[in-house]
Structure formats: structure tokens, C-alpha cells
């Protein structure tokens, strides 16, 4: 049976490489969300995690690390969240990293704590995109036809539709929706209130909300209380 996160509705995403102030961070970690997941496409250190980690531990909530630089990878987090990026065209974003870390620090891999995600990334003009070369002009069946791979023929635990700083086509997350059986259906991308953090909610089962904490926090917060009391429309 594939691990689901049934509790997480609502995530804020940290970058360890972006300034955060305390009372920011306070807000953020008692706002009522399920949980923190740390992560970001570049400038992330071993350095800067373990300083983000040692202040979201002060406040009792979950708190889980996406991994994107093995160089990177601390202890004690209580989730390591693997991305797998179904539509690059280099292996090495599906299976190859993957391969390495598996050699490196095999017999320190903590299996249990570990949740592989299907990641779609959707916005061609991201970081994650430009960094991994994914295939981001995908239709809507396009990016259905890899989810299906996630969630039928991998058992994934979790589909990631990644916009990563642009709002994304919900007509393709819908689709998309509308075909994932089994797999937690992550949205993550431009985000910058309540609206927008209705529309997802109302299609996936987490939605992770990052960039518009730098940008605007009290419309952070507010996404909250918007993602919860939204109900999932049913299909």
C-alpha cells in the first residue's frame, strides 16, 4: 500500500536561500498550516538548510525537506520528499541522481521517512524547468498521460504538478485531476491569494504555497484558511 499525507491540505514551501525575518517565519509556522516543506531549485546549501531547520524546529508542526542537491541533505527532518521529473528528457532528473545517492549513502538511507514524488513541471520560464530541461508544453492529455504513469504504472505516493512562479492552467489541472486514481495530487505555483488558493484546492489535495511569503505574507496567511475550507470537487 503507497503512503498518502491525509492530513497535509495546505503546505508552505521555505527556500533555505531566501531571507526570512523571525516574526515572518513566527507567522508562517502558527498561521494553522499542515506543514513546512523545505526545498528550493538552486543556491541551497547544506549551510542554509540546517540554519532554516534549527528555526522552524522552535515551532511544533511537521517539517519536510525536498531534495534537489545530495550536497544538501541534513538530518532530521521528519519527511525527505524525492522529485522524480517525469517529463525532462534527461534521465538523470528520473533516475540518474537517484542511482548516485542510492550509491553514496545506501546504508544511511532512512527508507521509511522517504516519499517519492511524479513531478510535472509545467512553467517552461522556472528555474526547475530551465534547470532540468523539462518538457513544459504539454497539454492538458499530455500532462494526464504522465500522471497516470505516477499514479498506475509507478504507484507513486505522490503526482506534483509544479507551475514554480506562474498560476497554472487549471483546465490541465482538471484533466489531470480527472485521471489520478491512487496518488496524493500536489499543485504548487504562483499563488498570491485566497482566489488562486480556492481554484487549486478546489482540484488537488495539497496545495503548497512559496514565493508570495517573500512577496506578500499577510496574502500568504490568508491562503490558509482559503485552501481548508474549500471543498475538493469530486469526480
Known amino acids: 500500500m503507497r503512503q498518502k499525507i491525509q492530513p497535509w491540505r495546505h503546505v508552505f514551501k521555505l527556500d533555505p536561500d531566501r531571507e526570512l525575518g523571525d516574526r515572518e517565519l513566527e507567522a508562517v509556522c502558527l498561521s494553522g498550516t499542515d506543514a513546512i516543506l523545505v526545498g528550493g531549485s538552486t543556491g541551497v546549501t547544506y549551510e542554509n538548510t540546517v540554519a532554516l531547520l534549527a528555526r522552524v524546529r522552535q515551532y511544533e508542526l511537521p517539517c519536510a525537506m525536498e531534495i534537489s542537491d545530495l550536497e544538501a541533505v541534513v538530518p532530521g527532518f521528519d519527511l525527505y520528499m524525492i522529485p522524480m521529473v517525469l517529463n525532462s528528457p534527461d534521465t538523470d532528473w528520473i533516475l ?99 482566489a488562486e488558493a480556492g481554484q487549486a484546492a478546489a482540484l488537488c489535495d495539497t496545495v503548497v504555497v512559496g514565493n508570495v511569503i517573500y512577496q506578500n505574507l499577510q496574502q500568504a496567511l490568508l491562503t490558509v484558511q482559503a485552501v481548508k475550507q474549500t471543498p475538493q470537487i469530486e469526480f
Open 96 to 194: 540518474g541522481h537517484h542511482r548516485r545517492a542510492i550509491e553514496r549513502y545506501g546504508s544511511l538511507i532512512p527508507w521509511e521517512q522517504l516519499l517519492t514524488e511524479g513531478y510535472i513541471v509545467l512553467n517552461g520560464d522556472s528555474s526547475v524547468a530551465r534547470l532540468t530541461g523539462a518538457d513544459s508544453s504539454l497539454s492538458g492529455d499530455g500532462a494526464a498521460a504522465y500522471a497516470q504513469i505516477a499514479d498506475k504504472l509507478m504507484s507513486l505516493p505522490v503526482v506534483y504538478l509544479e507551475y514554480s512562479g506562474a498560476f497554472g492552467d487549471m483546465n490541465t489541472v482538471r484533466t489531470v485531476r480527472e485521471t489520478v486514481e491512487h496518488s496524493q495530487l500536489f499543485y504548487g505555483g504562483g499563488i498570491t491569494g485566497v
